[in-house]
């Protein structure tokens, strides 16, 4: 039995948190790692932290799907409105 995770075991078993070098992000993606490595910068997937590249496994995820980087806040629920003659009865303040 081989002991040594393959490429799509530790596909599987990454978390959407993993915190990868391009190279390890590049090998991982079903492209040749050239062609994946230009598609993560082509993506803007590629992060600056302290003076090194690093790639989010979960940004890498949603750029696949075509949703958007999951540091983008979420767009906020317009408000509720509130039917008049329900809630607390009026009353005189003087």
Same mark, same amino acid.
């Given at each position: 039995m081989n002991a040594t995770p393959t490429r799509r075991d530790l596909r599987l078993l990454l978390g959407v948190a993993a915190v990868l070098t391009p190279a390890q992000a590049a090998e991982l993606l079903p492209w040749r790692d050239a062609d994946a490595r230009e598609w993560l910068d082509r993506a803007k997937l590629?992060?600056?932290?302290? +003076?090194?590249?690093?790639?989010?496994?979960?940004?890498?995820?949603? %750029?696949l799907r +075509?949703?958007?980087? %999951?540091?983008? #806040?979420?767009? #906020?629920? #317009?408000?509720?409105?509130?039917?008049? +003659?329900?809630?607390? #009865?009026?009353?005189?303040?003087?």
């Open positions: 590629v992060r600056r932290v302290d +003076g090194r590249e690093v790639v989010i496994w979960g940004d890498v995820i949603l %750029a +075509g949703e958007e980087k %999951a540091n983008k #806040p979420p767009a #906020p629920e #317009p408000p509720t409105r509130r039917r008049r +003659g329900v809630g607390l #009865p009026r009353v005189r303040l003087s």
